[in-house]
C-alpha cells in the first residue's frame, strides 16, 4: 500500500529565510507527486508537481521541490520565506496509470515577521 | 471560470437526518472524488469516479453513498449521519492522471 509521511507536524522560519518543508513516500514504481497548500477557511490549492525529467519541479508562489528517487523524498522549497506563506501544506502521491491520491498529514507551516 | 463548486459550505445537522453534499465541475473531467479532512490525519479518501455510473470505495467509505449519474456531478450522500461523520469535505475533479482540482470545502457538523 501507497503511503506519504510529513515528517513535521509544524515548521517554523522567520521571514526572509529559506524554507523547506519534508515529505517522504512509498509506493511501486515511479509515481506521480504532488504538493498543495491550505490557508485558512479555503480550499486546497495545487502548487506544483513531479511526473518526470528534472529533479527540481518549480512550481506557484515561487516555490520548489526537489525529487530523490534514492531516498525516495520530495521535499518543498523556498529560497526566501514570506509571512503570507503561513498555511498548511500538503504531500501527495499516486502511481502512474492512477488517478487516486494518497495524502500525507500535512505540515503547518509558520513564517514570522 | 474553471471551477469546482461544492454546496452547502456549511451544514449543521442532526443524527439520523439523510443529507446530500453536491459538487460540480465545469472542466469536463472524468474522474471525481470526495475526501474528508480531519485534524492530525490530513485528507482521505472516501470514494471516487473515474467516469460515468463508474464509482470506487475509497479508504474511508463506510456511512457514505455516491453517484454519478452525468460527468459533472458527483454528489455526496450521507443516508444516516453521525456524530463520527463531522469533518471537513473536500469534492475534486482531474483528467486521468492529471492534476486534481479542488473545491472550496464543506464544513459539516452532525450533532
Known amino acids: 500500500a501507497q503511503s506519504v509521511a510529513q515528517p513535521e507536524d509544524q515548521v517554523n522560519v522567520a521571514e526572509g529565510n529559506p524554507l523547506t518543508v519534508k515529505c517522504t513516500y512509498s509506493?511501486?514504481?515511479?509515481?506521480?507527486l504532488f504538493w498543495y497548500v491550505q490557508y485558512p477557511n479555503r480550499g486546497l490549492q495545487f502548487l506544483l508537481k513531479?511526473?518526470?525529467?528534472?529533479?527540481l519541479v518549480k512550481g506557484s508562489y515561487g516555490f520548489e521541490a526537489e525529487f530523490n528517487k534514492s531516498q525516495t523524498s520530495f521535499h518543498l522549497k523556498k529560497p526566501s520565506a514570506l509571512v503570507s506563506d503561513s498555511a498548511l501544506y500538503f504531500c501527495?502521491?499516486?502511481?502512474?496509470?492512477?488517478?487516486?491520491?494518497?495524502f500525507g498529514k500535512g505540515t503547518m507551516l509558520l513564517v514570522s515577521p | 471560470e474553471a471551477q469546482v463548486t461544492q454546496n452547502p459550505r456549511y451544514l449543521i445537522t442532526v443524527t439520523g437526518k439523510k443529507l446530500t453534499v453536491t459538487c460540480s465541475q465545469n472542466?469536463?473531467?472524468?474522474?471525481m472524488s470526495w475526501y474528508r479532512q480531519d485534524p492530525g490525519l490530513g485528507l482521505r479518501q472516501i470514494y471516487y469516479?473515474?467516469?460515468?455510473?463508474?464509482?470506487d470505495k475509497g479508504d474511508v467509505p463506510e456511512g457514505y453513498k455516491v453517484s454519478r449519474k452525468e460527468k459533472r456531478n458527483f454528489p455526496l450522500i450521507l443516508e444516516s449521519p453521525s456524530p463520527n461523520q463531522t469533518s471537513l469535505y473536500f469534492c475534486?475533479?482531474?483528467?486521468?492522471?492529471?492534476?486534481?482540482?479542488f473545491g472550496p470545502g464543506t464544513r459539516l457538523t452532525v450533532l
Open positions: 475534486a475533479s482531474s483528467f486521468r492522471e492529471g492534476t486534481q482540482y
Open positions: 469516479s473515474m467516469n460515468v455510473e463508474v464509482t
Open positions: 509506493v511501486s514504481g515511479n509515481p506521480y
Open positions: 513531479y511526473i518526470t525529467g528534472d529533479n
Open positions: 472542466m469536463n473531467h472524468e474522474y
Open positions: 501527495a502521491v499516486n502511481p502512474r496509470g492512477y488517478s487516486t491520491l494518497t
